[in-house]
Structure formats: structure tokens, C-alpha cells
């Protein structure tokens, strides 16, 4: 149970913050994966932790986030860290998911990939997938997490 949910919040609100900057930044070194992964796997954590024991708003726990669903690509064998050589991003479908099953698919990642490319070159979003065999890949539009990050935020503290 969460008695104080303020600690949470003010993590969760910084995480947020640093995740929109790296929207914005040019210069990418192996460290700034290593910080952007880290950020999406704490923030999901947090996340998911206020929605499961604080009482959050039913339209929170609710909401549907908008993602893009690849399948894997069945003339290839699935290979962990390598979408592009098990999936075929070519062709996807549109979809929602919870904030609880988003959650569940960063926590427990086994696929974990930066997408680039829609605001010029810039960091956009991640492919994550927490069963490579048994699940889609799936696209996360970054600013969609921070803004469901925010909101928590807002409620929260």
C-alpha cells in the first residue's frame, strides 16, 4: 500500500521531465540509452504502482494509449534487441492499449528499441515486446507515456 504517494509523484514527475528533453536532444551517446531505458522502466514502475494502490481516477486506469502492433515477421527467427531483423516494421496495425498492460510490456521488456524519425531524426518513441515468442513488438509514442506520466503526476500531488 501506498500511504504517501508524494515521494512517487515528484520521481514520476522528474522522470516525465527528463523524457521530454531527450525528445529534443541531438547528441546520443550508449549512456543516453541506457538513461532513456531507465527512465521508461522507472516511470512504468511508478506508474503502475500509484494506478495498483492508489486510488486513482477510474478515467486514468481507463484510458486507452494509442500504439502501432508489428508482427513478427514469420520467415525470420525472432532475435532479442534486433526488431528489424525479426519484425516486419513495414507493416502494422493500429491499436490501444491500458496504462497497466503498457506498463507490464516496459517493465518486463525483452525487446527494448529507440524509434527516430518522425520530427527530424529526433528520439520519438520505443518498440518494446515482454515476450519476443509470444507477443507483438509494439510501438510507443513517447510524448503519449509522458503525457499519461503528467496526468498521474497531476492527480497525484
Known amino acids: 500500500m501506498v500511504h504517501d ?9 522528474k522522470v516525465a521531465e527528463r523524457l ?6 541531438t547528441r546520443w551517446t550508449d549512456r ?5 531505458e531507465r527512465d521508461f522502466i522507472v516511470g512504468a514502475y ?15 486506469r481507463n484510458r486507452r494509449i494509442p500504439i502501432r502492433r508489428f508482427d513478427p515477421d514469420a520467415r525470420l527467427p525472432i532475435v532479442p534487441g534486433d ?23 516496459i517493465v518486463n521488456n525483452t525487446v527494448f528499441a529507440f ?6 531524426d529526433l528520439f520519438d518513441g520505443v518498440y518494446v515486446a ?7 513488438v509494439i510501438l510507443v509514442i513517447a510524448s503519449d507515456f509522458i503525457a499519461l506520466c503528467d496526468d498521474i503526476v497531476m ?3
Not at 504517494?5 to 514520476?12: A, H
Not at 543516453?32 to 532513456?36: A, E, K, R, S
Not at 526488431?83 to 510490456?105: F, K, M, V, W
Open 5 to 13: 504517494p508524494t515521494p512517487w509523484g515528484v520521481e514520476l514527475a
Open 20 to 25: 521530454q528533453a531527450k525528445t529534443k536532444q
Open 32 to 36: 543516453t540509452d541506457v538513461l532513456v
Open 46 to 60: 511508478v506508474v503502475r504502482k500509484l494506478l495498483c494502490y492508489h486510488p486513482a481516477s477510474q478515467e486514468l
Open 83 to 105: 526488431i528489424g531483423a525479426s519484425y516486419n516494421l513495414a507493416l502494422s496495425r493500429r491499436d490501444t492499449i491500458t496504462p497497466a498492460e503498457l506498463c507490464h510490456q
Open 115 to 120: 524509434y527516430c524519425g518522425e520530427t527530424a
Open 130 to 136: 515482454s515476450d519476443c515468442e509470444e507477443e507483438n
Open 155 to 157: 492527480e497525484i500531488i
